[in-house]
């Protein structure tokens, strides 16, 4: 059964830096793609972003408000995804999901979320 | 501003049939395959339609996908209370290179 947790969530300052974790277990994560999607309270959906297998060169993609501030990346010998989210705002609180990316597919399975809120 | 345009909310009554509309251009839609996720309430998304009417396994066939030109549409046929949810369309967008959503329609079973 494919399982992603989300970790690392809560509660920081704008301008300061957080990193997200995704847990996964039942597929083989090294041939999976991988994305973030947000969902801010009481809205809809976003894409954060994407990440390749290392096998299709592992490149990413991300979308027009997060470039330039977020970073995903994966560790495949520890079958984890991340989220490295700097110089965070206000407008970045949401609740974030990751899940899987298949190409027939994407957006497959999705984690359970981790909120994060920025606020001073 | 949601990339993709649906209707916020729609509603029928149980054994009914409704639609949501799903606009879009020929940057996403127009050339892409459209998806459809259900979000129940206080839960993650769920892939409910993919490549424009294809159902992943353990979908009903109650719940069925179109696409003409720039705008798609989700079909739910014979109601049930248990389909009460936000729906969210989406396409791959070729400009922005990136997922767009729809703002996601808020369904009500009367």
């Known amino acids: 059964e494919v399982q992603l947790v989300e970790s690392g969530g809560g509660l920081v300052k704008p301008g300061e830096s957080l990193r997200l974790s995704c847990a996964a277990s039942?597929?083989?994560?090294?041939?999976?793609?991988m994305s973030w999607v947000r969902q801010a309270p009481g809205k809809g959906l976003e894409w954060v972003g994407r990440i390749k297998r290392k096998t299709d060169g592992g490149a990413t993609d991300y979308s027009a408000p997060v470039k330039g501030r977020f970073t995903i990346s994966r560790d495949d010998s520890k079958n984890t995804l991340y989220l490295q989210m700097n110089s965070l705002k206000i407008e970045d609180t949401a609740v974030y999901y990751c899940?899987?990316?298949?190409?027939?597919?994407?957006?497959?399975?999705w984690g359970q979320g981790t909120l994060v809120t920025v606020s001073s | 501003q949601s990339v993709l345009t649906q209707p916020p909310s729609a509603s029928g009554t149980p054994g009914q049939r409704v639609t949501i509309s799903c606009s879009g251009s020929s940057s996403n839609i127009g050339n892409n395959y459209v998806y459809w996720y259900q979000q129940l309430p206080g839960t993650a998304p769920k892939l409910l339609i993919y490549?424009?009417?294809q159902r992943p396994s353990g979908v009903p066939d109650r719940f069925s996908g179109s696409k003409s030109g720039t705008s798609a549409s989700l079909a739910i046929s014979g109601l049930r209370s248990e389909d009460e949810a936000d729906y969210y369309c989406s396409a791959w967008d070729d400009s922005l290179s990136g997922v767009v959503f729809g703002g996601g329609t808020k369904l009500t079973v009367l």
């Open positions: 490549r424009i009417n």
């Open positions: 899940a899987t990316w298949d190409l027939v597919k994407p957006l497959d399975y």
């Open positions: 039942g597929f083989t994560f090294s041939n999976a793609w």
